[in-house]
């Protein structure tokens, strides 16, 4: 006889399932064990009552149950993330709904399931995890013993699901399907992060189409940056519209005088690639009032044969600018040459890497 069937013996049904919702938040701490088994069985009773009284303090204890939406999801105008979620089930689900579930499990079958790590790495997805249940059913019970951004072991279970079998096997698969990719790009920008530091690490706008917000998120999750959201919420001259201008100088005024016009503010960046390149953004910046706020420093970073990076090119360029405006270091980026990178006073440093081609957490 466990433990939980012992608490059991002399409650009513109400109260039994109170202690089980309950227990779970105590099950780590070994000293509410021999707590509760000293206890005569007459006692058991007026010990359950207490440990619902004392929940709130038990939250307080490794396994407890925390609050889901610990990093919001970025902004963005016109993104419907409740669509993206109905479309994902929608795809599922097709015009029949899930036969296999409809033939073999009865409607009224209640279950539960929990969320199991298979590797090690950062957890994101959880916030967006609970729209999707209650999306699919609202009535299933979602509890979870670790937040988004906690390093997950392999072999830990963090979270765990209640109710309607049919609605959990609806809904588990595309929970897990946004988990695994969430939880692969906040693990690999927590990695990058760490090795970045000072310096602040950004993803791109290489994401999976539709999923840009959701990507994002998990690059803020695993304590990255943002970089710009789309193509309306900051100006990045690149080399295509420097050419198209006829020239860095003439790009730069032509964005400042259509920022003016129509009575815009926002982030300002500009590309360059060799040390001529800001020398010129230097020289119009020091002439004219200018909205620019950052010096993109493209492939200013150059592979070598030994697998390492030499950066002494992206370092002249961070004193040459001295602080006056933002820097970003993009071109390759990798978890082996972040550090490097880094450690030459660059603001930021940018890595398509992060969303475009990561690799699933294992949660199955």
């Not at 249940?133 to 979870?144: I, N, R, T």
Request: aromatic share 6%; glycine share 8%; charged share 25%.
């Amino acid at each position: 006889m466990n433990l939980v069937q012992i608490l059991c013996l002399k409650t009513t049904p109400k109260e039994e399932k109170i202690l089980e919702n309950h227990f779970l938040w105590l099950n780590t701490d070994e000293d509410c064990f021999f707590f509760f088994y000293e206890f005569r069985l007459d006692f058991l009773l007026e010990i359950c009552r207490l440990v619902v009284k004392m929940c709130a303090i038990a939250t307080k204890n490794a396994g407890r149950r925390v609050e889901s939406l610990v990093v919001k999801p970025p902004a963005h105008p016109t993104y419907d993330l409740k669509g993206v979620i109905q479309l994902a089930l929608s795809e599922d689900a097709g015009d029949l709904g899930d036969v296999s579930c409809k033939a073999t499990i009865p409607v009224d079958l209640e279950s539960e399931a929990y969320f199991l790590a298979k590797e090690d790495g950062i957890v994101a997805g959880i916030a967006l995890a609970e729209m999707i249940f209650a999306e699919v059913d609202p009535s299933l019970k979602v509890g979870w013993f670790i937040k988004d951004g906690d390093k997950v072991h392999k072999g830990l279970n963090f979270g765990k699901v209640q109710g309607k079998a049919h609605s959990i096997v609806i809904a588990e698969r595309v929970v897990l399907n946004f988990m695994q990719r969430m939880s692969g790009i906040a693990t690999l920008t927590k990695a990058m992060a760490d090795a970045a530091h000072p310096a602040f690490v950004l993803e791109t706008r290489k994401t999976a189409p539709g999923l840009r917000l959701v990507d994002k998120w998990a690059v803020l999750i695993g304590g990255g940056k943002n970089h710009r959201m789309g193509l309306f919420d900051m100006v990045m001259i690149k080399d295509n519209h420097i050419s198209a201008a006829g020239g860095v100088n003439k790009a730069l005024k032509s964005v400042d005088q259509y920022l003016e016009q129509n009575n815009l503010q926002m982030g300002v960046e500009v590309e360059t690639r060799t040390l001529a390149e800001v020398r010129e953004v230097l020289q119009y910046a020091s002439q004219t009032k200018t909205s620019l706020t950052r010096i993109m420093l493209d492939n200013m970073v150059i592979p070598l044969s030994n697998g390492d990076v030499e950066v002494s090119m992206l370092k002249e360029a961070v004193d040459l600018i001295d602080g006056r405006f933002e820097t970003e270091a993009s071109g390759n980026v990798t978890l082996e040459t972040v550090h490097t990178i880094g450690q030459t006073g660059v603001t930021y440093i940018s890595s398509g890497a992060l969303t475009h081609s990561v690799k699933a957490l294992d949660i199955p």
